[in-house]
């Protein structure tokens, strides 16, 4: 910023308002020029803008000529949501001197003329936000971001490929990694399978393990990466600290170990459902298997060369019945998400019987076939060309009857009910979250979704809201190998970019603590989850007070609420800027009845 700019700013005052039409999504439901003379004869307002795409280069140009023609030294702003158009306004007047934290953003698009048929009653909505918003402008204070070190390692939390992957990226570009995986191997469930249907990464179907394709990590390369150390039958006791530096203590065979990181990487994959959750499916009966079961009979029976048999008898079967959505997609015997992969993966196994077998009968019953991969349609017509039954409708249980299985069904498109004599069932179980990791969630104070898997923060929001951890692979939600991998290698660049550059500056929107009024109850110690508040004893006065720690803060309000001598509240949310806000709407809403 120019020495001429920093004189112009110390003499500002007053508040600049614009409005956005967003390119009359707003502008054809709310009456803005209504609002903006009404605005006008307010005295503390010295500017007045309408423009139809605020967040486009050509509006932030207009704003940035405006803040330097016009002298105001906070501004107020109606348009869209503040998330990620709000900071592409911020930042192009901070680029002209303006402290970011100056600046107070309403969305009247959602909020009001999306929302509000009645442009009336949209306009009248929308001003009353706009006078919230000037007389809260009035009340900011500027301030300066937090400087955050970065600590330059990395915990990946499970070694499956999407951890693998992660780990071989990370370490490639020269920083350590500390991987935890609970069981005595790498790989994960992607090590037992034997091919994918179709391979999606090269659009054939290949005839290797998925383990040796080329698009797979391999463990070898990990064990021999010497960035890479690897905690095998381990798992994570406890991360304290925050963004940038966070203390892990993981429970080994050999004992505690305990190292800092300033990255994290969870992907602790999915498990894959029980059916004997489902007792009229019989799973137990050795006819009766699961879709991961028949992959290592498959395998086996490959390897030998020689035909399936079923586990009861070694007999070869000549009915097999697929009964897909196992644990998915029926909220009262499982979960309510589809799996994604288990129409793809039943298809291929149903094939490679075919295959092996052309006279066997083999059956997929299902609700509807999805299949959200390229080629999917036509590997699911190759199938019926095949000789391969799709029997649509739900499957009401499997009986036994003496040594005999029967699968009784609907079939929706005949509208009749079968009864088909199965040599052998196959159970697609579907995918949950991995054991641990709700403890793991808020362990790291990730969210989880309504199907328990973790919820990451939109990639679309900048890399430091994310505060150093990301979430790859199903620990997500269900997902492919492919996707997984993808996830991993955005997850790791993520993460070397956020330690490549040292430090990175995030917004000070953290509690803080008024020493005077504190009376070092420790209430707010007590409350705060992000361990971010210590009560200790003043050395100049030697009277008990709360510190803060800023990085660890969320700047979640907890604290302000719990403190009985409102000694703590959060910047730019402070007391005298909300009741000025609310104050100032309740108003407007009152005069305008």
């Known amino acids: 910023m120019s020495d001429e700019h920093k004189t112009k700013g110390a003499e500002r005052k007053g508040i600049g308002v614009y409005l956005c039409t967003c390119r009359d999504e707003i502008g054809r439901h709310v009456d803005l020029k209504a609002i903006a003379e009404e605005v006008k004869k307010d005295p503390r307002v010295v500017a007045v803008g309408i423009h139809d795409d605020l967040c486009s280069r050509e509006g932030q140009v207009y704003l940035q000529e405006d803040f330097r023609a016009k002298s105001y030294e906070r501004v107020a702003i109606a348009a869209c949501s503040a998330n990620i158009q709000g900071q592409i306004l911020s930042k192009s007047l901070e680029e002209e001197g303006l402290n970011k934290y100056m600046i107070e953003q309403v969305n009247i698009r959602e909020h009001c003329a999306w929302v509000h048929p009645d442009k009336k009653a949209a306009t009248k909505k929308a001003k009353a936000l706009l006078m919230g918003a000037i007389a809260r402008a009035e009340k900011l204070v500027p301030l300066d971001d937090i400087e955050i070190p970065i600590k330059a390692s990395t915990l990946v939390i499970g070694g499956g490929v999407t951890g693998m992957q992660a780990a071989l990226d990370i370490a490639a570009a020269g920083y350590k990694v500390h991987m935890v995986e609970r069981t005595g191997e790498l790989g994960g469930r992607t090590y037992k399978l034997s091919m994918t249907f179709p391979t999606h990464n090269c659009g054939i179907c290949c005839i290797q393990y998925c383990r040796e394709c080329v698009f797979t990590p391999k463990i070898e390369d990990v064990l021999q990466t010497k960035n890479i150390e690897?905690?095998?039958?381990?798992?994570?006791?406890?991360?304290?600290g925050g963004f940038g530096s966070r203390h892990v203590t993981v429970k080994t065979p050999k004992g505690p170990k305990e190292f800092d990181v300033g990255t994290v990487i969870v992907a602790t994959g999915s498990k894959t459902f029980d059916p004997k959750r489902i007792p009229e499916l019989r799973y137990g009966n050795p006819n009766v298997i699961t879709s991961v079961e028949l992959e290592q009979i498959l395998v086996g029976e490959r390897e030998k060369g020689g035909q399936l048999r079923r586990p009861s008898d070694g007999k070869v079967p000549k009915t097999i019945n697929f009964i897909q959505c196992v644990g998915s997609r029926d909220k009262t015997k499982g979960n309510l998400h589809c799996s994604?992969?288990?129409?793809?993966?039943?298809?291929?196994?149903?094939?490679?019987?075919?295959?092996?077998?052309?006279?066997?009968?083999?059956?997929?019953?299902?609700?509807d076939l999805r299949g959200p991969y390229r080629g999917f349609e036509e590997f699911y017509q190759a199938a019926k060309e095949e000789g391969i039954n799709f029997v649509r409708g739900r499957v009401s249980e499997v009986v036994e009857d003496k040594s005999k299985t029967f699968v009784r069904a609907s079939d929706t498109d005949s509208d009749t009910l079968l009864n088909i004599d199965s040599d052998l069932v196959v159970l697609a179980v579907g995918q949950e979250p991995a054991d641990g990791s709700e403890t793991l969630a808020k362990m790291l104070h990730i969210q989880t979704d309504v199907d328990k898997f973790m919820k990451d923060i939109n990639p679309m929001f900048p890399s430091e809201f994310r505060r150093g951890i990301y979430v790859a692979g199903t620990a997500q939600g269900p997902r492919g190998i492919r996707y997984s991998i993808e996830d991993a290698k955005a997850a790791a660049l993520s993460a070397i970019e956020l330690m490549k550059k040292g430090s990175i500056k995030f917004p000070r929107i953290v509690a803080f603590v008024d020493e005077q009024r504190c009376r070092g109850c420790g209430r707010c110690e007590k409350i705060c989850e992000y361990e971010a508040i210590t009560v200790a004893k003043d050395p100049k006065s030697g009277v008990l007070v709360s510190k803060i720690d800023e990085i660890r803060c969320e700047g979640c309000g907890a604290c302000a609420v719990a403190c009985c001598n409102k000694a703590i509240t959060v910047n730019n949310f402070?007391?005298?800027?909300?009741?000025?806000?609310?104050?100032?709407?309740?108003?407007?809403?009152?005069?305008?009845?």
């Open 230 to 240: 690897v905690m095998l039958d381990s798992e994570v006791a406890d991360i304290a």
């Open 340 to 367: 994604l992969v288990c129409c793809t993966y039943a298809i291929g196994q149903a094939r490679e019987i075919k295959k092996i077998d052309p006279e066997a009968n083999v059956y997929i019953h299902y609700i």
């Open 574 to 593: 402070r007391p005298e800027q909300v009741e000025a806000m609310v104050r100032a709407i309740s108003e407007e809403a009152e005069s305008s009845e």
